[in-house]
């Protein structure tokens, strides 16, 4: 299993970045909304804070004002709100061309004046054949570039407008559906992304067309093509059907990759909500089985954040780092086989390592030099 441990670079301790738990959370109704009943029953559910909180908006129809509402039960649970900016209406070279610049500029001014941090994620699943800006739709138009162009004018659009309290994602569909659609084509550039993220489900045998697929069936291809932009990975849609196999074991699966051969994601959020029978049985509770593999895997996210020990520079330890005469080195009292990530304090990779073999000891790790306070990540394989 990989385990995680970080340490900053010549000065105090700081906290490890704790893996994070969200969830579009569901609720009774055919549109239920993330208030703040349907966010404490899923918390209730999972026995545990949801960290990260799921909300759709939709072009022209849901305005700031309207996401605003959730926004605030997202700050008052103490969890950040991620809004999924659904363009319905628009293809992308609409949006490139302007017509939607007056909604969207209105709603830059309003995440401008609340001042709390969202997470926004406009333009998701573009490789996909199912949404009006997706490369995939037949008849639509869209292009890996002007879907990338689209994403970038919305971000410039709130450049302009002094936003700074946005984090912008951008999110590939597991697999790509339709002429043209790649899983990262449409990527607008690390400008103008500060996170990235995958949105699969396997849909088991719910639909006449669907199979049973393991975790890493449906998102290993779209992993390590993600994997080697350098940004933070994580996984903004996820479920999994009851139907074709154990729910219960696909979740623990999922956890187990997040531990070893997907330790690069560092957020799962499970989209939690049945849909009638156009779609699957999304919902985390369709199962006791299901429920008490996902706090399981809670735990075990938990106490792997728990075990991460952070000492300070020069103290005794089994693993640490320090810096000494412009170099870096890496302490151990046992045999390694790691690798090392390089962070910069917004949590964005600077520089990896590829895996090496460390004997018990002191060795000099070649990472390239840097001007900003930076914080690694010890990924060690047992």
Partial sequence: MFKSLLFTLGILPMTALAFQIGAWVGGPGQYPQPTQENVQAFQDLQGSHIDLISYFALFDINDWNATEEYANVAKDNGSTLVVTWMANGYNAQDLVDGKADEY???????????????????????????????????????????????????????????????KWVWTTNASN????????????????????????????????????????????????????????????????????????????????????????????????????????????????????????????????????????????????????????????????KASVVQFDYQGRVLWQSPVQHFTAGVHAIDAPKTSTRSIYKLSVKR
């Fill in 104 to 166: 969207i500029r209105d709603y830059a001014k309003g995440v401008k004046g609340y001042g709390e941090e969202i997470w926004l994620r406009p333009l998701h699943e573009a490789n996909g054949d199912w949404y009006d800006w997706g490369v995939g739709k037949a008849g639509a138009g869209n292009t890996d570039a002007n879907v990338a162009e689209a994403f970038r004018h919305i971000v410039k659009i709130f450049k302009e407008e002094g936003v700074t309290n946005v």
């Fill in 177 to 336: 559906s339709g002429k043209g659609s790649t899983l990262t084509g449409n990527y607008p550039g690390d400008e103008y992304v500060d996170y990235i993220s995958i949105d699969g489900y396997n849909w088991g045998k719910c639909q006449s067309w669907s199979s049973w697929q393991t975790f890493s069936q449906v998102f290993k291809k779209a992993y390590d093509a993600l994997a080697k932009i350098n940004k933070p990975l994580f996984i903004a849609e996820i479920s999994s059907s009851e139907l074709g196999g154990s729910k219960a074991e696909w979740i623990t699966d999922m956890f187990e990759h997040f531990a070893t051969d997907f330790s690069r994601v560092f957020a799962v959020m499970w989209f939690s909500q049945s849909k009638e029978d156009n779609e699957g049985d999304w919902a985390l509770n369709t199962s006791q089985a299901a429920v008490d593999a996902w706090k399981a895997g809670i735990a075990k996210m938990k106490a792997m954040d728990s075990s991460t020990s952070i000492k300070p520079a020069g103290r005794a330890a089994r693993s640490s780092f320090r810096l000494q005469d412009g170099k870096l080195y890496m302490q151990s009292d046992k045999a390694l």
